[in-house]
């Protein structure tokens, strides 16, 4: 399925650096489109954008925090994720910029799973990881169970003798 392209961004003064975020749109260099990049906050007590890093090609871009950033990006297909502190992947996705065109991508670390959706809304996850609660509750379960079969493994051992 193919989509329209996104509407160009009329001509602006100044130079725009490529695979730097600005927090107002940005006309797209010749040869460069533009990512516009949405992240929220997510459900954790630190926002999730101020704990990862956000990468395009494995190159970091950095973006302060959530909100929407404005990305230039050279056209062609460029590997788009956010990685954790020590470079895990959280979320990531592909995307194919061409030239002199917006793109949209909107990162959403939910309570469960984190995902991506272009400007259209169709979810372009292509890995998504369980989010840090979904990780913590399994956690505890296993813990849970580990804990209380333990104990009722010994008391059982016990109770024979």
């Known amino acids: 399925m193919s989509y329209p392209p996104h509407p160009q ?45 956000f990468k395009i090609d494995g190159r970091t871009v950095p973006i302060p925090g959530e909100g929407t950033w404005h990305v230039a990006v050279p056209a062609g297909q460029h590997d788009v994720r956010y990685t954790d502190f020590i470079g895990i992947p959280v979320i990531t996705t592909a995307l194919v910029a061409q ?38 509750l399994v956690t505890l379960a296993v813990v849970g169970v580990l804990c209380c079969g333990g104990f009722g493994l010994v008391a059982a051992l016990s109770g024979t003798s």
Do not use: C, E
């Open 99 to 136: 030239p002199g065109a917006a793109h949209h991508l909107s990162f959403r670390f939910g309570g469960w799973r984190n995902r991506v959706h272009d400007g259209h809304g169709t979810d372009v996850t292509r890995f998504g990881m369980w989010s840090n609660y979904s990780i913590l």
């Open 9 to 53: 961004y009329p001509p602006g003064p100044g130079a725009v650096a490529p695979l730097t975020a600005y927090p107002q749109p940005i006309p797209p260099p010749p040869g460069h489109a533009v990512l516009v990049v949405s992240v929220n906050r997510g459900p954790y007590l630190v926002p999730a954008p101020a704990t990862s890093k």
